[in-house]
């Protein structure tokens, strides 16, 4: 008779372990399981909602595409070598110079910091990067060139402002300028240029929502090339100051 | 009220085993069907759950088409944004030179005058300069102006040499300045030219 309580325990044990591993276990994964599923499909929906936001702003901003042409033609994917070559004489004949000599050299890879920390990385460790992740080689590259222009100060001075305010991204690197004071002629000035124009082949920005964002900055920059470059407006002092000074005093 | 027993103890004992042993059967029936409606729930909550996943699913689905039509429009505006950052990286290192050499005009002493100058942004010094001028003391005028101006810095007196003057034309001291270059540009800029002379 003692017996009778532990045995209607232990089939009572029996019976909800059974319920437990049989049914409510299963269930149970399965529904952990599905909410998970849910909450990551909730994230993905939230992601997409914010994502047709954004290509709607895209769509309804009427300055995207011709934003795109200013990127284009700014950092174009190509050289352009020959259309860099043809801007440059135009950029210093419209300021009256006179173009004596334009080289160019062969193009190269900007060199950058992260280049470099790239290739020890490599170095470190031979496993190859994962395809679709941007490689070194796709950071800008330069199309070296050197101008030998001739003419007065003042119109190498407007010709320094429109390379750097032209429609196409330019660094002078060096300047080398002189002027040649001849009996009874005006001082000869001439100048030699060093520079780069820059050149973009891949788009290395990672593809997610926050680069698919069009800040109001990214458009200024573009619609606003020619504040680079801009004279400086500086307080001038009494006995200092000269419009040209290679000119004589 | 006195409750007395009058059965033998050993029936007594027994109907309060029965007794217990029913309670405790009844608790354990209770428990088993507990359980039993759990798994019912479970199996219901699970169909609702997986219902609602599927139907997210399809959603997601239907969105992601939608969202690969505007794929052109998507690379267009990571072009324009990649551009962008690279334009800002190579800008930093750019230097500016119509605001630098507009600059070392407006620091220039009235009476000097420029014969050579070479200007390399790579390569110290930046700056090395040949030119004319009438005194010592315009030099020094000009070497402290440019040390004063927040575009430049050390810089170095090289060289001077006083070369005599033809008939009736005072001579000229020719002297060498080395600088280098501080700012590559100025913030804020504006696009009014100062008055100079």
């Known amino acids: 008779m003692k017996s009778k309580p532990a045995v209607i325990l232990g089939i009572t044990f029996l019976l909800v ?28 929906l939230k992601e997409i909602e914010e994502t047709k936001q954004v290509l709607n702003a895209l769509k309804n901003n009427q300055q995207l595409a011709n934003v795109g042409e200013i990127a284009k033609k700014y950092l174009p994917e190509d050289q352009e070598a020959g259309q860099l070559v043809i801007e440059l004489t135009a950029m210093a004949e419209a300021n009256h110079l006179k173009v004596e000599q334009t080289t160019l050299e062969k193009s190269k890879e900007e060199p950058k910091k992260e280049e470099e920390t790239a290739k020890s990385e490599t170095k470190k460790s031979p496993t190859p990067t994962p395809g679709g992740s941007p490689t070194p080689a796709e950071k800008a590259k330069t199309v070296d060139f050197t101008v030998k222009i001739s003419g007065t100060f003042a119109d190498f001075m407007n010709f320094l402002e429109s390379i750097e305010t032209s429609s ?10 002189e002027s040649k004071a001849e009996k009874d002629k005006p001082t000869a000035f001439s100048a030699q240029m060093t520079g780069s124009a820059y050149y973009k082949k891949k788009v290395t ?16 920059r573009f619609f606003n090339l020619k504040t680079y470059g801009q004279p400086i407006n500086l307080t ?10 290679f000119e004589n005093y | 009220m006195i409750n007395i027993n009058l059965l033998p103890p050993q029936l007594k004992m027994r109907r309060i085993a029965a007794r217990r042993n029913a309670s405790l059967l009844s608790i354990c029936v209770l428990l088993v069907a507990a359980f039993g409606i759990l798994a019912i729930i479970g199996q219901s909550l699970k169909s609702t759950v997986e219902a609602y996943l599927s139907t997210s699913k399809n959603a997601i689905e239907k969105e992601t088409s939608v969202l690969t039509e505007d794929e052109e429009l998507q690379d267009l505006a990571l072009f324009v944004n990649d551009r962008s950052k690279e334009t800002e990286k190579i800008n930093d290192e750019r230097v500016f030179w119509s605001q630098v050499i ?6 220039v002493p009235v009476s000097v005058q420029f014969v050579n100058l070479t200007a390399k942004s790579s390569k110290t010094p930046n700056f090395i300069l040949q030119g ?3 005194t010592e003391r315009e030099i020094i005028k000009f070497k402290e102006k440019l040390e004063a101006s927040s575009f430049f810095k050390d810089v170095t007196f090289k060289s001077s040499n006083l070369t ?10 020719q002297f060498a300045l080395e600088f280098n270059l501080e700012n590559k540009k100025v913030d804020g800029i504006t696009s009014e030219k100062k008055d100079i002379k």
């Open chain 1, 205 to 220: 920005l990672e593809k997610n929502l926050e680069n698919l964002k069009l800040a109001q900055e990214t458009l200024d």
């Open chain 1, 168 to 177: 196409r991204l330019i660094a002078v690197k060096d300047i080398a300028m």
């Open chain 1, 236 to 245: 001038g002092e009494e006995g200092f100051g000269r419009t040209n000074p």
């Open chain 2, 164 to 173: 005599a003057g033809e008939k009736d034309t005072p001579g000229k001291l």
């Open chain 2, 102 to 107: 507009q600059e070392l005009n407006n620091s």
């Open chain 2, 132 to 134: 004319n001028t009438t």
């Open chain 1, 17 to 44: 372990a059974g319920i437990v591993f049989l049914f409510i276990w299963p269930v149970a994964s399965s529904i952990w399981q599905s909410w998970q599923g849910l909450k990551e499909t909730k994230a993905n």
